[in-house]
């Protein structure tokens, strides 16, 4: 069931769960995560970011979006971190349901001014589109950019910023990072912050950065009212570390023996994250 990030999402927010988005960039990974969340009955977004698609190449979204509609389950298809307005129109071109304009580097007028840009031709198309206001952080192993200092996000700019551009879902900073975080430096989440942004609006909230946070704290923000989780460093990890297990044996070559047990550990990474974010068995509420 293919939709965009407004359908998907608004009624992840009225059922107070979060959808996870995971960064998608082979087929093997695709097939792990369609996999599980089929079996977990749950909702989900594929998000790609322009580097990868630069890999995958657009004709990489048809198969997407047969993987969607074959599994039946509710799911976008969504650029993560969209740089420039060009990067938006190939994506609404080969497929995407959901775009991201990420200008949080920007001044607040020139984010407001670029994201009403793309708001413009993503609707008449009916393509949802994400923003940011604030800064994520970087942990320097990310596969995506952040910033030293996150700059987080101001709860008084948020009601402003969602009236002037009339964005559909917004993604804020409240002190995670991309990657995974090494041993020193561990995250701290201002939820006081949500708790204010969340009054101030009533669109969806996303969460960057979801990787290798405490869970105790992301159940919290889904409580609190985030109703998307992206996450790419712990799938990756997961399938990964699997697959150089397994290439210890020198002879072994074919990728049908080779990825089944990476993919099955990655799946365990995509079912922790699906009961953490409330996501199980939601399918229902979309049927
Ligand atoms: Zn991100």
Not at 15 to 35: C, D, R, T, Y
Not at 164 to 186: C, E, F, W
């Amino acid at each position: 069931m293919l939709m965009n990030m407004k359908e998907l999402l608004s009624v992840a927010q009225k059922h107070q769960f979060a959808v996870p988005a995971f960064n998608v960039s082979s087929s093997m990974i695709l097939k792990g995560v369609m996999e599980a969340c089929r079996e977990k009955k749950a909702p989900v977004i594929i998000a790609i970011h322009p580097d990868e698609l630069s890999f995958v190449e657009d004709s990489f979204i048809a198969g997407v979006r047969e993987e969607i509609i074959k599994s039946k389950i509710p799911a976008v298809i969504h650029l993560d971190h969209g740089g420039s307005f060009e990067q938006i129109i190939r994506a609404i071109h080969c497929g995407f349901t959901s775009v991201m304009i990420d200008a949080s580097l920007l001044s607040f007028e020139e984010n407001v001014a670029i994201t009403r840009k793309v708001i413009e031709v993503a609707h008449a198309v009916n393509v949802s589109v994400e923003a940011e206001l604030g800064t994520i952080g970087t942990t320097g192993n990310g596969g995506e950019a952040g910033t030293h200092e996150i700059i987080y996000t101001k709860p008084d700019t948020v009601k402003e910023f969602v009236a002037r551009t009339g964005v559909d879902t917004l993604a804020i900073a409240i002190g995670t990072s991309h990657g995974i975080y090494p041993k020193n430096m561990q995250p701290k989440l201002r939820l006081d912050l949500l708790k204010e942004i969340r009054a101030m609006v009533d669109i969806p909230l996303v969460l960057h950065g979801g990787s290798a946070n405490s869970d105790t704290e992301i159940a919290e923000s889904v409580k609190l009212g985030i109703s998307k989780i992206n996450i790419s460093s712990d799938i990756k990890d997961a399938f990964y570390k699997k697959c150089r297990e397994v290439l210890q044996d020198p002879v072994i070559r074919e990728p049908n023996t080779i990825y089944p047990p990476c993919i099955e550990a990655m799946k365990s990474v995509v079912y922790h994250k699906v009961d953490l974010f409330n996501d199980a068995d939601k399918v229902k509420y979309y049927q």
